[in-house]
């Protein structure tokens, strides 16, 4: 079989270049182009070059409707317009893609799995392999032990982020009360002070750290009579988003048009 051919828009962005590297490291593909944002000082230098490998002699593009037309599939780690934007060309070329951008709100959703209906679309919040499997393992538990046993979910992460509780820390009390069959919405406690009065059965709570270097920790407590049962994950590296993307950038090979999470690149959806 030919090898894969990727296209990375966003080349230049700290995960870009980290797809780079991963791209250029792996078996059965190739990076076969890279863009960045108009006006972006990366355009026009080796793509290869800017993620610190030997040059490969294809220049950063500000095109994405050619890059698009040239490859197999495309990841795309950038900002919600542009991932919005991109997945209409995906759509129009026929070309799968990898989104891993967050902070998509329901509208650009929305167009997202539109566009899903021409191409094959992956998209994660989080690409990482093992919180994909945390997720369903929180999922599963939170199924079997029902609210007997009070669910808290600790996050921790750098002093740089802005939001909290993070988006993986959502996904897991998503998962959790998709679990036990309830409302996310009526049963999350995101955060607590004060006099908050006893804890509400049923309630999925969430505390947030932040602090120092931290790449992305979570903790899923379940707390019941006499037992605690804690699921969690500890990101070492962002690298590891990279290494999730490229196995879900592999798997689009030959899927049908439809939009996929990565559970299903993992064979763990339902
Ligand atoms: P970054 O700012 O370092 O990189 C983003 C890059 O996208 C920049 O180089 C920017 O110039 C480029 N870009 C913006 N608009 C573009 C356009 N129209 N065309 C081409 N390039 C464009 O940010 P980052 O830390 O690499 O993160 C990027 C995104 O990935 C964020 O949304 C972040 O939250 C998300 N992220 C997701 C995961 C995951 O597991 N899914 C992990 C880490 C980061």
Known sequence: MADMRIGIV???GRMGRMLVGEVAAAEGCVIAGGTEAPGSAAIGKDVAALAGLDPVGIAVGDDPEALFAAVDT?????APAASVHHAALAAAARCALVIGTTGLDADDDAKIAEAAADTAIVIAANTSVGVTLLTALVRQVAGILGDDYDIEIVEMHHH???DAPSGTALALGRAAAAGRGVDFEATARLSREGRTGA???????FATLRGGDVVGEHEVIFAGPGERIV???IAGSRQLFARGALRATLWT???APGLYSMADVLGLAD
Not at 74 to 78: G, K, Q, S
Not at 199 to 205: L, V
């Open 74 to 78: 495309v990841i795309d780690f950038t």
């Open 160 to 162: 740089h982020k802005v």
């Open 199 to 205: 804890r509400p059965r049923g309630e999925i709570g």
């Open 231 to 233: 699921l969690g994950h």
């Open 10 to 12: 966003g080349c230049a």
């Open 253 to 255: 090979r030959g899927q």
